[in-house]
C-alpha cells in the first residue's frame, strides 16, 4: 500500500486561498490514478479532482474554475482559490493502483470570516 501525508490546511477567509500537498511513499508515477476528497460534517465523502498517471484531470462541478490539481516527482497538489465556506472539510489524499487504494489521514480546511 501506499501511505499518503497531507499538508497545508487551515483557516482562511472567505475568498482566500491555499495550496494542500500530499506527500507519498513511492513515485507519485508508479501510482495509477491519485486524487483529492473532501467530508464535511455529517456529509458524504465527495470527488474534489483527480488526475491520472497519464496527467488527465476530473473536477467536481462546485470546483471548476477555482482549484487546479498538479503533481511533481514526490507531491500530489491542489491549488485552491477563491474559497467559501462550503469549501470547509477535511481534505484527504488518495492514491489507486491495482493492489487497491489508500488514503491519507486527512488535512483540516475552514473558510470562515
Known amino acids: 500500500q501506499v501511505q499518503l501525508v497531507e499538508s497545508g490546511g487551515g483557516l482562511v477567509q472567505p475568498g482566500g486561498s491555499l495550496r494542500l500537498s500530499c506527500a507519498a511513499s513511492?513515485?507519485?508515477?508508479?501510482?495509477?490514478?491519485m486524487g483529492w476528497y473532501r467530508q464535511a460534517p455529517e456529509k458524504q465523502r465527495e470527488m474534489v479532482a483527480t488526475?491520472?498517471?497519464?496527467?488527465s484531470t476530473n473536477y467536481a462541478d462546485s470546483v471548476k474554475g477555482r482549484f487546479t490539481i498538479s503533481r511533481d516527482n514526490a507531491k500530489l497538489y491542489l491549488e485552491m482559490n477563491s474559497l467559501n465556506p462550503e469549501d470547509t472539510a477535511v481534505y484527504y489524499c488518495?492514491?489507486?493502483?491495482?493492489?487497491?487504494?489508500?488514503w491519507g489521514q486527512g488535512t483540516q480546511v475552514t473558510v470562515s470570516s
Open positions: 488518495h492514491a489507486l493502483t491495482f493492489a487497491g487504494g489508500s
Open positions: 513511492r513515485s507519485i508515477f508508479s501510482i495509477n490514478r
Open positions: 488526475m491520472s498517471l497519464g496527467g
